[in-house]
């Protein structure tokens, strides 16, 4: 039965994935071909290689944080690091809300992957140092407008971008909907792995703040009608009105996400009715849930999918997406015809993380792909990034790498 028909009809009435890809294609230059696409079979790299990989990646952004295990009291010594800012996150004051989510969300992955409990301990070190940086104006004066210091997380998060939304209103510091639902996955996360309901409590108490600000509603009947991509820092203005890709369906999983471990682990405060009913009419508008042909947003279309795989929005998005990502990754116009200088790392790490997530069947080709992006920016990551976007490309390389806490029932219940 079709749960979501509205949803579902959206997709259907997309246009067509050869359009999609070629149309948008043909206008970007950056799909010119270069040379031939290797059909080398990419060498698999062994859970030992893959876990050094991981760690690495993580110990340049998050630094030598493996020299707790050396202390004569490891969890002491957990308990009291404080995340650098510098290199740090690559955001304002070395925090930024996107990469740090995926940071708390690795370290996860590592303490199960490790049976290492001091793991958990260093995420929610990271988890406690956002919400005293980005839940706090830029100067760090006073928390968010709307937050307590028994309400953390009233007023939102900022972004962390390094110029204040001032001086960059479209590019500067605000707030995003995608990080701040990112975020909130993370402390669900935190909260499965730890079992402590503060974090899911965190989580809810983020999605309930934040939704209204970003969801525009009707006059007459209230109903929503739209989103917004970017508030301000204060969530008093709108600073960019147009509408994120994925807001409402990322929206959508992830606030029932939260909704399902608060039920079990804590009850109220943890109803989310009102905000998901919100969401699932938003997905249903015609034209709102289509494939993209960016790769990062292709991975987390993928990424959502994957958490309710059986329903109908969720299997025609994620089939047509897969169809989509064989271009992008394999095809003659895909990603692999291109120099390091013509692409983006982190964005292709989105599409990895959601392929490997989602699951590729039984199309070889497709999961040779995946393994040949992680492959050439094994090589490329150092010497190809910019230095902004290095910290955001290596959790998402990690990630990408041992999906971990990101895919679905990785950490038992959920």
């Known amino acids: 039965m079709n749960r979501f028909p509205s949803i579902s009809r ?9 359009q999609l890809v070629l149309i948008r294609g043909y206008q970007n230059p950056t799909y010119r071909y270069y040379h031939p696409k ?16 991981f760690k690495e990646a993580l110990s340049i952004v998050y630094g030598p944080f493996d020299n707790i295990l050396s202390h004569p009291d490891p969890e002491a010594s957990a308990a009291s690091w404080r995340p650098p800012s510098h290199p740090g996150a690559g955001g304002h004051l070395g925090r930024y809300l996107w990469t740090d989510a995926f940071g708390v969300v690795n370290f996860i992955t590592l303490s199960k992957e490790l049976s290492c409990p001091h793991y958990l301990t260093l995420a929610k070190r990271l988890v406690t140092t956002v919400h005293e940086t980005l839940g706090r104006t830029r100067d760090l004066s006073s928390r968010l407008p709307g937050a307590t210091d028994s309400e953390p ?19 500067g510091d605000g707030q995003y ?37 970003f969801v525009i509603r009707n006059k007459s009947n209230n109903h929503a009608e739209r989103m917004v991509w970017k508030m301000s820092t204060d969530l008093s203005r709108v600073l960019v009105p147009t509408e994120g890709h994925l807001d409402a369906a990322t929206g959508f999983v992830v606030y029932r996400l939260l909704q399902r471990t608060a039920e079990y682990m804590h009850g109220p405060p943890g109803d989310l009715v009102t905000e998901i009913a919100d969401y699932r009419l938003l997905m249903g508008r015609e034209g709102k849930m289509r494939v993209s042909n960016d790769c990062l947003d292709l991975g987390m279309g993928l990424w959502i999918c994957h958490f309710f795989r059986d329903e109908d929005w969720a299997r025609t998005l994620g089939s047509q997406s897969l169809e989509v990502g064989k271009i992008l990754l394999a095809g003659k116009r895909g990603i692999a015809s291109r120099e390091a200088n013509r692409r983006l790392a982190f964005r292709e790490f989105g599409a990895c993380l ?9 199309d070889q080709e497709l999961k040779e792909s995946v393994k040949g992006v992680l492959e050439f920016w094994q090589r490329y990551l150092e010497s190809s990034t910019d230095e902004d976007l290095k910290p955001i490309s290596l959790v998402m390389y990690a990630a990408a790498g ?6 679905d029932g990785y ?4």
């Open 411 to 414: 950490l038992g219940r959920e």
């Open 177 to 213: 909907h995608h990080y701040l639902t990112l975020w909130m996955f993370a402390l669900n996360r935190l909260a499965l792995a730890t079992g402590e309901k503060q974090w899911s409590l965190l989580a809810v108490q983020l999605a309930k703040a934040v939704h209204n600000k």
């Open 38 to 53: 290797s059909t080398m079979t990419m060498p698999i790299p062994t859970p030992d290689e893959r876990m050094r990989r």
């Open 354 to 362: 959601g392929l490997r997530c989602y699951g590729c069947g039984p």
């Open 402 to 407: 041992i999906p971990g806490a990101f895919e």
């Open 10 to 18: 959206a997709i259907t009435n997309s246009i067509s994935l050869k």
């Open 153 to 171: 997380l009233k007023g939102g998060l900022r972004i962390g971008k390094i110029h204040s939304e001032e001086e960059d209103p479209r590019d």
